[in-house]
T-cell receptor, first 113, second 112 residues
C-alpha cells in the first residue's frame, strides 16, 4: 500500500520573487535559533542563525526575523533562484540544554521558472 | 576544513547483520550528534556527546543501537542486529557550543 509520511507544507515561488518561510517554535526558554536548508540527497546545511536578544539578522540574500512575543521565526529569501529549491528547517535551542536542537518538520520550497 | 565526514555513504545489509556507521567531526568542535531521518518521522536526534561524554541518549530507539566516542575526532553508531525498520539516512553533526550544528552528508542505510 501507499506509505504515509510527514506532510511537508510546500511553498511555491516564481524565480526572482521573494520567499518567506515561517516557523512557530514551542519553547519560550529557547535562546538560539537556526535555519537549515536540505537539498535532496544531502545533509542539512546551516544558513543563518539568530540569538534571542535580536529580532533581525541579515545574511547574503537571506534575512531571519524573530518575534519572541508570538514565538515566531521567519526566513526571507530575496530574489529566489532555482538553486534555493529545498526543504527548509527551523531549529531552536533551549537555554538549559547545551547544544541540543529541536527541529521543526520543515517546509519545502519549490522555485518555478 | 573538510566538514563533518561520514562513512560509509551507502550501506546495504541483510537483516540480523551488524552495522557500524562512522563519523569524524569538524576539528575543534566539542559536541557531536547522531540523527536519523525517515519519511515517516523526519529528523530525529538519537544521541549526543559533549566533550566525548554521552549527554542524552533518550532518542536511541532500542538496545540494538549503541554509540561511542572514544576521542574528540571519531564516533561510531552501531546497530546489532539490524532490522528492515532501521532503514533510514543517518546523519552526524558537530558543533562548538554555543554555535549551531554542522551536518555531514549522511549514511543511507538499507536493511533487507
Amino acid at each position: 500500500g501507499e506509505s504515509v509520511g510527514l506532510h511537508l507544507p510546500t511553498l511555491s515561488v516564481q524565480e526572482g520573487d521573494n520567499s518567506i518561510i515561517n516557523c512557530a517554535y514551542s519553547n519560550s526558554a529557547s535562546d538560539y535559533f537556526i535555519w537549515y536548508k536540505q537539498e535532496s540527497g544531502k545533509g542539512p546545511q546551516f544558513i543563518i542563525d539568530i540569538r534571542s536578544n535580536m529580532d533581525k539578522r541579515q545574511g547574503q540574500r537571506v534575512t531571519v526575523l524573530l518575534n519572541k512575543t508570538v514565538k515566531h521565526l521567519s526566513l526571507q529569501i530575496a530574489a529566489t533562484q532555482p538553486g534555493d529549491s529545498a526543504v527548509y528547517f527551523c531549529a531552536e535551542k533551549n537555554t538549559g540544554t547545551a547544544s541540543k536542537l529541536t527541529f521543526g518538520t520543515g517546509t519545502r520550497l519549490q522555485v518555478t521558472l | 576544513d573538510a566538514g563533518v565526514i561520514q562513512s560509509p555513504r551507502h550501506e546495504v545489509t541483510e537483516m540480523g547483520q551488524e552495522v557500524t556507521l562512522r563519523c569524524k567531526p569538524i576539528s575543534g568542535h566539542n559536541s557531536l550528534f547522531w540523527y536519523r531521518q525517515t519519511m515517516m518521522r523526519g529528523l530525529e536526534l538519537l544521541i549526543y556527546f559533549n566533550n566525548n561524554v554521552p549527554i542524552d541518549d533518550s532518542g536511541m530507539p532500542e538496545d540494538r543501537f549503541s554509540a561511542k566516542m572514544p576521542n574528540a575526532s571519531f564516533s561510531t553508531l552501531k546497530i546489532q542486529p539490524s532490522e528492515p525498520r532501521d532503514s533510514a539516512v543517518y546523519f552526524c553533526a558537530s558543533s562548538l557550543a554555543p554555535q549551531g550544528q554542522f551536518f555531514g552528508p549522511g549514511t543511507r542505510l538499507t536493511v533487507l
